[in-house]
């Protein structure tokens, strides 16, 4: 079983100019206790399950470009980015330039964007349609990164995206292009569009995760596709308790987890110290769900 960490919460008691040491650290901290992902989420408020929406709260590729700088090996992704917030050739671009400086370390998480995303869409003046066209949006995105990430330069005429010319210089380090993993457990769209674009799937942890497997099991047959290539992520926060209290039951959860067949959970490190509670589970967490 791998671990990733979600890095979600920024607020320090130093303001914002203690953010940038906090996330270097973390980050740097969870790649030594063997942490294979790192990722943040692609919102400009905060969201309500951390805290207020007037909290810190950074902008996803800038931080993952900083925090490419300050790792060596971890793999660097945004769970998920909403589709609609920037243009599919200018999000290929991005995901290129930080897989090139990150040396073949990137992933493109992507997803619809959740409702939760439409006061910062609004707030901001970003694009956020109505949920059948945002999947529609998604679908030609996946399709235009994978055009831009291989050796076509032809025209991609969409019904939402046109783009003259596809070219993308410098490639990608990673071959044939950065992973790409959906996020969302949607059974006729999210789960379809698993089976035909994604290597990896993030589905929110819960008791129908099972249920949600042999969904993604038979769209991958109708698909003519692999379903054992496809990498099953969870979301779940890591939170070992103040004195490690709660790593047996965390533990028995991994297990549990990997049993119904999930690779790989990434989740936000929980408890009033995040540093203290990092170390906790690169000490005793990880190297029991390495031999999981």
Known sequence: MNLGIAIADFTQP????????????????????GFRRIAVMDHLFQIGIVGASEQEMLEAYTTLGYLAAATERAELLALVTSAGYREPGLLAKMITTLDVLSEGRAAL?????????????????LPFP???????????????????????????????????????????????????????????????????????????????????????????????????????????????GAHGERIPALLAELRRLDRIGIDHVIGPVRGADQHAALRLLGERVVPEAMQI
């Not at 130093?14 to 206790?33: K, Y």
Request: hydrophobic fraction near 35%; proline fraction near 7%.
């Open 14 to 33: 130093g303001g914002p100019a203690g953010i940038a040491r906090h996330v270097a650290r973390l980050a740097r901290s969870a790649e030594e206790f």
């Open 109 to 125: 998480g992507i997803g619809i964007g959740a409702g939760f995303n439409l006061a910062e869409a609004r707030g901001l003046g």
């Open 130 to 240: 109505p949920v059948a066209e945002r999947f529609e949006r998604l679908e030609e995105t996946l399709q235009i990164c994978l055009q831009m990430w291989s050796d076509d330069e032809k025209p991609f005429d969409g019904r939402h995206y046109r783009l003259e010319r596809t070219l993308n210089s410098p490639r990608t380090v990673r071959r044939p292009h950065p992973p790409i993993l959906i996020g969302g457990s949607g059974e006729r769209k999210t789960l379809r569009l698993v089976a035909e674009y994604a290597n990896a799937c993030n589905l929110f942890h819960g008791p129908d995760l099972p249920h949600k497997l042999d969904v993604l099991r038979r769209h991958c047959d109708r698909a003519g596709r692999d379903y054992d290539e496809i990498e099953k992520t969870v979301l779940l926060p890591l939170d070992p």
